[in-house]
Nanobody, 120 residues
Framework: QVQLVESGGGLVQPGGSLRLSCAAS????????MGWYRQAPGKQRELVAS???????TYADSAKDRSTISRDNTKNTVSLQMSSLKPEDTAVYYC??????????????WGQGTQVTVSS
């Protein structure tokens, strides 16, 4: 059984920064893509950033100029550093492990989600 445990969400002021981390445990297929998706109220879940086992990355247009995704393959962890946060970044952020870089894998795994609220 694969488990993904996220940390790092919370309340952030506009213009601030945050770092989300996710630790995966269990029998994870390899190679894989680890990524972050988010879902705001009333909206569909969308990709924020993703990174493969080999370090290839992809970012949403809304995030690419102010986000950095990284991973540690020895620890099965993935982190997302975001800066210049805006109120529209407010959402529940989900960690995902799957086979594909740019789309969610229907046979992949999800974390429980962590709330990020950008507000003054």
């Amino acid at each position: 059984q694969v488990q993904l445990v996220e940390s790092g969400g919370g309340l952030v002021q506009p213009g601030g920064s945050l770092r989300l981390s996710c630790a995966a445990s269990g029998s994870i297929f390899n190679p894989n893509a680890m990524g972050w998706y988010r879902q705001a109220p009333g909206k569909q879940r969308e990709l924020v950033a993703s990174i493969t086992t080999y370090g290839r990355t992809t970012y949403a247009d809304s995030a690419k100029d102010r986000s950095t995704i990284s991973r540690d393959n020895t620890k099965n962890t993935v982190s997302l550093q975001m800066s210049s946060l805006k109120p529209e970044d407010t959402a529940v952020y989900y960690c995902h492990v799957g086979r594909f870089l740019a789309v969610a894998d229907p046979n992949g795994y999800w974390g429980q989600g962590t709330q990020v609220t950008v507000s003054s």
